[in-house]
């Protein structure tokens, strides 16, 4: 037998090596998944959960599965009570393979039709039916995503990253199904998930998948983002290929300043432009009764235009006192909100009793015209009313909004929407039960799709989201975790969940995420590519990598790696 070379060969992965087989199917179900026993020659330590197997069945159609455990087992227990002493190679090889032998569990995701099709896996394969390491080609025929089988057009992908076995396998992602539906990115902290969110949104508004609205809690979105042993790395608005696309918008303009961001605009937000249903979101957090929430929709129908300018005011004017007395509110709970409201709004710069302009309907027009826009928070993104605020503030109008011009569309008198991804980090914030119904994100992820909205979360607490929000989540990015509650609320509703615990828990710490759901064929591990070399990828072209000077231009201030 020839040598193999590493790692390919060694892998089975060589494009021009045959398949390795590695057991045959000894048992196992639909719902739980199969076992293999391993052939006396296949190194079991070759093996790993998440890698790819075939099985060849009886009428021409491959299975596509994921191994999802590895296990020993022995034919009788008195091997395991007494096994052969360490110097017995004899007796060790004799057992090898008969008495003793390795089980794969395999998971059948998909089968390869005769005609090249693939399709969902509805039945089994039979027993003592073939299984092999799937080939390059195969895994490639998946996850390469090259063009449409119904149209023959080459599709709007990304490449997320590269198969664990081989990383010139690239594994790609349907950025038109992924924008269909609301996304969620998961994973504990520093794993890694605004490096994979940044260039895949990136990838999204350079192929003209769709516009984003980006709350940037910790300002790394927009024009760098701090990396490793605090490098600056280039951001969205320092990606030449869609710089003229992305708008930046602050909220704290000296923090902007202080890092050298230059924002179109400071946005400010007037009290006569604020709703009792963008206060409501801050029920849990400003402590608020149902009887104060009440009060505040109460002020505003009988004082439209200036209800929060009054309720602020130092002293109640005859107005107010008249409420009062018709016990339309009382004392009590009008200055219990005014208190409770006051440690807000006084500390948010960027709320004024009468705003410059109405920079809602600006960051609107941006998004129609196919622009991104960047939020970003500066100081306030560690203040967590804040946050919420302005992301319910910004997401209500745009609800309605994009619910007038899907409407209008339908009825013949206007252009369909933009597809818009609405990005949030620390979105169990918005999504936990008792806090999604006050919010207008919970509509979203449950409706909106209809209305050309997407909600892309980024989040390390997925067990803390509404479950009903989460059963709408079509596509799931999974860095590791830790948490055995957030493991479980990752899997709700997906089929084989018991078998992809095991493959998510093999997840290093870094660089690795396990993808589940609607933009792609079947749950996959991969290597996430580099963050430098994607953004490379996106912004340099041959010529700007052969030319010093052009090369040197676009890298700007920054003087560490390619960007």
């Not at 490639?140 to 198969?163: L, P």
């Not at 249903?277 to 104060?292: P, R, T």
Request: net charge negative.
């Amino acid at each position: 037998m020839a040598e193999q070379t590493f790692p390919n060969q060694f892998f089975g992965l060589d494009d021009q090596a045959p398949p390795q087989r590695l057991g045959i199917v000894v048992g196992g179900s639909l719902a739980e998944g199969l076992d293999v026993k391993l052939d006396r020659d296949t190194l079991i330590e070759g093996l790993a959960v998440g890698s790819y197997v075939t099985v060849q069945g009886q009428t021409e159609r491959k299975f596509f599965g994921l191994i999802t455990d590895i296990k020993l087992e022995a034919a009788d227990r008195n091997i395991r009570n007494n096994p052969p002493a360490l110097d017995n190679k004899l007796m060790a090889q004799i057992y090898s393979g008969t008495a003793v032998f390795g089980v794969l569990h395999v998971q059948p995701m998909l089968t390869l039709e005769k005609d090249g099709s693939m399709r969902p896996v509805k039945t089994v394969p039979a027993h003592f039916t073939t299984v092999f390491r799937a080939t390059a080609e195969e895994v490639r025929q998946i996850f390469a995503g090259d063009a449409s089988a119904q149209t023959g057009e080459v599709e709007k992908s990304y490449q997320i990253g590269s198969s664990l076995e081989d990383e010139k396998l690239a594994i790609n992602i349907n950025l038109d199904k992924l924008m269909e539906r609301s996304t969620a990115i998961f994973g504990r902290s520093g794993t890694g998930k605004t490096f994979l969110t940044v260039p895949l949104l990136a990838s999204a508004i350079k192929q003209d998948v769709a516009s984003a609205l980006i709350f940037d809690m910790h300002n790394d979105y927009g024009y760098t983002l701090k990396g490793d042993r605090n490098r600056r790395l280039n951001a969205l608005k320092k990606i030449p290929a869609i710089a003229r696309k992305v708008i930046i918008v602050t909220l704290d303009e000296k923090s902007s300043r202080t890092r050298g961001s230059t924002p179109e605009f400071a946005m400010q937000i007037g009290y006569d432009q604020i709703t009792p249903e963008d206060l409501e979101s801050l029920k849990a957090v400003l402590g608020l009764s149902d009887v104060q929430t009440n009060a505040l929709f109460t002020l505003k129908h009988r004082f439209p235009h200036d209800w929060l300018k009054k309720l602020m005011a130092d002293e109640a004017d005859d107005e107010i006192q008249a409420l009062f007395d018709g016990n339309k509110i009382t004392e009590s709970t009008y200055y219990a909100i005014q208190r409770k409201l006051g440690r807000l709004l006084h500390k948010m710069d960027f709320l004024r009793e009468r705003a410059a302009d109405n920079y809602a309907e600006r960051i609107l027009g941006y998004l129609a015209r196919g622009e991104s826009v960047v939020v970003e928070f500066g100081r306030y993104g560690n203040d967590l009313p804040a946050y919420v605020f302005v992301a319910n503030f910004l997401t209500r109008r745009i609800h309605e909004r994009y619910v007038d011009l899907k409407e209008a569309f339908e009825g013949g008198s206007g252009v369909d929407p933009r597809r818009l991804v609405i990005v949030i980090e620390e979105a169990h914030k918005f999504l936990e039960p008792d806090v999604v119904q006050h919010t207008i994100f919970g509509v979203i992820a449950r409706e909106l799709r209809k209305y050309n909205v997407t909600l892309m979360i980024v989040d390390q607490r997925p067990s803390q989201i509404d479950s009903e929000v989460m059963s709408q989540i079509g596509t799931r990015i999974t860095c590791a975790l830790s948490d055995e509650r957030d493991i479980n609320a990752v899997f709700t509703g997906i089929h084989g969940a018991q078998q992809l615990r095991s493959v998510l828990a093999a997840l290093d710490s870094k660089q690795q995420a396990l993808l589940m759901g609607h933009a792609v064929p079947m749950p996959v591990v991969v290597k996430t590519i580099d963050y430098e070399a994607s953004i490379a990828a996106l912004m340099v072209d041959a010529l700007v990598l052969a030319d010093p000077v052009k090369r040197k231009n676009w890298r700007g201030d920054d003087d560490e790696g390619l960007i």
